[in-house]
């Protein structure tokens, strides 16, 4: 249906994004999705039984705003003994629609007409848009290739009258990197005496490797009383289509949050918040999860180590980037639409999540994936 109807976009500029167009490619030309961050193997089967008994017992309407309470406070709990952080699962702790949605509301919620957020390159793409929309406007310091370790000189050279928050994300997507004590102290150290506000993107804070201990802002009370914490069940639990998160922040900027919030979406998944209320009695799914990803990510870096690809660092998440310089001068974007049509593997170019495409050769491959399917995207890169 064709409308005459004229709109001037808010986001002129803005295309599609990136996940979604390598997803398509692939689907198009049958390829091995190493895009899309998402596995390829199933939740665990004791959450998707409570689920169903939760559905068959008649949780179906809506949940309260915040959260159901019985959730609100395992999550609780769960942060105080993880982090020594004690939030109050009333007026501290709200369930979501997933990471994104909770990261857009809390960047409405603090952003406006003309203050500026340092956000930290590469950045995960959701972050922009929302700065725009709000009024802001985003100033970049960019990660140091190749082993992407914060320059924090360069984000204090940033930092004026002008500057509303901070955006962390560690574990890092894309690039795989965790900030260390050290980065957190400099940090601390920088928005000391400040009104600046941190949003910490911590979706994969249960996905670090060779013994590194996630550094949650929760851990540093002086960090905590100015920041909001964005996590995910579903990078936690296999789920991700279930698109389920939460937010931890202090109360004042909890009930800013829930303000916007409760128009954005009002309340998350029912039957969905119980079974998770549940299932996060037992720790052992997520204490486990540094072992079980570090398996994949050393089978996927073992398997592709007689590869033209360099195997860069990687701390956390669940990507692995790979370096192309010596394999192809072709751009990363190019270079990842080619290999998804001509050699049946697609990823993602780094220089999407750069505002000005800074192109290092660089694409990443998701590695949450069976060791069948490892293989094949193996068997793939060391024949190109």
């Known amino acids: 249906m064709r409308s005459t109807i004229s709109i001037n976009s808010k986001f002129p500029a803005t295309g599609t994004t990136i996940f979604t167009v390598m997803s398509a490619h692939a689907a198009q030309a049958g390829a091995l999705n190493m895009a899309q961050g998402f596995p390829d193997f199933q939740c665990p089967p004791g959450l998707v039984k409570l689920v169903n008994h939760y559905m068959k017992e008649g949780k179906n309407q809506y949940a309260p705003m915040p959260g159901v309470p019985e959730l609100r406070r395992m999550i609780s709990a769960k942060t105080s003994s993880l982090y020594s952080a004690e939030y109050d699962p009333d007026s501290e702790v709200t369930v979501v629609g997933g990471a994104t949605l909770a990261l857009f509301c809390a960047i409405c919620a603090i952003v406006r007409e003309n203050d500026e957020v340092i956000v930290i390159e590469p950045a995960y793409d959701s972050y922009i848009p929302a700065i725009e929309l709000n009024g802001g406007k985003a100033v970049f310091a960019k990660l140091k290739f190749p082993g992407f370790q914060v320059d924090w000189g360069e984000v204090k050279k940033l930092i004026n009258f002008k500057t509303r928050a901070i955006i962390i994300n560690s574990p890092h997507n894309p690039t795989g990197m965790a900030f260390s004590a050290q980065d957190m102290q400099q940090l601390e150290k920088l928005v000391e005496d400040t009104d600046i506000l941190i949003i910490s993107d911590e979706v994969y804070e249960h996905i670090l490797f060779d013994g590194l201990e996630h550094q949650s802002v929760a851990r540093y009370p002086k960090l905590a009383m100015r920041s909001f914490v964005v996590s995910s069940f579903g990078k936690t639990y296999h ?146």
Not at 340 to 345: E, F, R
């Open 239 to 384: 789920n991700t289509g279930w698109k389920m998160g939460y937010v931890l922040a202090p109360e004042k900027l909890t009930a800013e949050f829930r303000k916007i919030y409760q128009y954005a979406a009002f309340s998350a998944n029912t039957p969905i918040q119980y079974a998770l209320a549940d299932f996060l009695e037992d720790t052992k799914h997520y204490l486990s999860l540094p072992d079980f990803y570090q398996e994949k990510r050393d089978l996927f870096r073992n398997l592709v180590k007689h590869s033209k690809f360099k195997i860069l660092p990687c701390q956390g998440t669940y990507f692995q980037l790979l370096g192309y310089d010596k394999i192809s001068s072709k751009s990363d974007l190019n270079l990842a639409v080619e290999l998804t049509h001509n050699s049946g593997i697609a990823s993602i170019p780094i220089s999407t999540f750069y505002h000005d495409k800074t192109d290092n050769k660089v694409l990443r491959f998701c590695f949450a994936k069976s060791g069948e399917t490892l293989k094949k995207a193996a068997e793939i890169l060391c024949s190109i």
